[in-house]
């Protein structure tokens, strides 16, 4: 990407950011639409990401380490040497 198609991208990103007009984007820039539509769909993906509860992480954690270890032990063959 062209360093003055960086530089507009970067103004969109501002515009949008404080305005959330996108149509003004389009307006002003619009050699670069195709990618900006790109990453505000992707940023939009990424903010309705849920991350897991901690309490929910925790007890994944410690349910792979005990099916790890039994592994190990050769309670179902995978980790037995």
Known sequence: MRRRD????????????????????R?????????????VKLQ???AAFKA??????ASARAALLEA???AQRGGNGAGAK
């Open 68 to 70: 790890l270890k039994a």
């Open 6 to 25: 960086l530089r507009a991208l970067a103004e969109c990103y501002k515009i949008i950011e404080a305005t959330g007009d996108l149509a003004l984007c």
């Open 52 to 57: 897991p509860e901690p309490e929910a992480s």
């Open 27 to 39: 307006k002003l820039y619009p050699e670069v639409m195709d990618r900006l539509v790109k990453d």
């Open 44 to 46: 939009t993906r990424l």
